[in-house]
């Protein structure tokens, strides 16, 4: 069945520093990609999203990139701050329609 | 900026009794989830909910399991007889309707569920 498997926390980093979020899935259709972060005490909120191959979602300073040829949807973002400080969850979408399968999450910590 | 709101936040109950987590989704949405996150693991789906019964459910949804839109508001996951691998996050999310509407499922800020 459909999977999605993302790298594991925590990573921890200083503000300005890169981040790079790991994300790979399996599906046997053309599904959409999707990150998701929950910040403490708060729901899942959608973050970015990609529905077909080469696309690339960008919001707030992330990007991730759909791309077909490693099954791949890492999460990155170019200078952090303490405020990005959260679970990034990656998920995707079967056919565009439904339940989401979602990685463990990944717990992202930004120190000043 | 419309919130999907659940109650309790946190919800510690003994193996072998009831529970009811609730939900309010957002108010013109049509479709409704229920997942769950055990510590540690993945979010798993557990149930869709449109126009007032279950359109899909994961195996993981059994019979302990039920839910029920009770009102024009509320959507709420019973757990008849609780395990102790029931223990999770339970997070409900709800979307309205239309071509990838999913897209744009809303989360809750989800329940803990403590078994003992």
């Known amino acids: 069945g459909d999977s999605v498997t993302q790298m594991e926390g925590p990573v921890t980093l200083s503000e300005e520093a890169f981040l790079t979020i790991n994300c790979t899935y399996t599906?046997?259709?053309?599904?959409?990609l999707f990150w998701y972060v929950q910040y403490p005490g708060e729901g899942l909120q959608l973050l970015l999203k990609a529905t077909k191959a080469d696309d690339k979602g960008s919001n707030k300073g992330f990007e991730a990139t759909y791309r077909k040829e490693t099954t791949s949807f890492h999460l990155e973002k170019g200078s952090v701050q303490v405020s990005d400080s959260a679970v990034y969850f990656c998920a995707l979408l079967a056919d565009s329609w439904g339940k989401f399968q979602f990685g463990a999450g990944t717990q992202v910590v930004v120190t000043p | 900026e419309p919130e999907v709101t659940q109650t309790p936040s946190h919800q510690v109950t003994q193996m072998g009794q009831e529970v009811i987590l609730r939900c309010v989704p957002i108010s013109n949405h049509l479709y409704f989830y229920w997942y769950r996150q055990i510590l540690g693991q993945k979010v798993e789906f557990l149930v869709s909910f449109y126009n007032n019964e279950i359109s899909e459910k994961s195996e993981i949804f059994d019979d302990q399991f039920s839910v029920e839109r009770p009102d024009g508001s509320n959507f709420t996951l019973k757990i008849r007889s609780t395990k102790l691998e029931d223990s999770a996050m339970y997070f409900c999310?709800?979307?309205?309707?239309?071509?990838?509407?999913?897209?744009?499922?809303?989360f809750g800020p989800g329940t803990r569920l403590t078994v003992t």
């Open positions: 999310a709800s979307h309205g309707q239309g071509v990838y509407s999913s897209y744009e499922q809303y």
């Open positions: 599906a046997t259709g053309y599904p959409s």
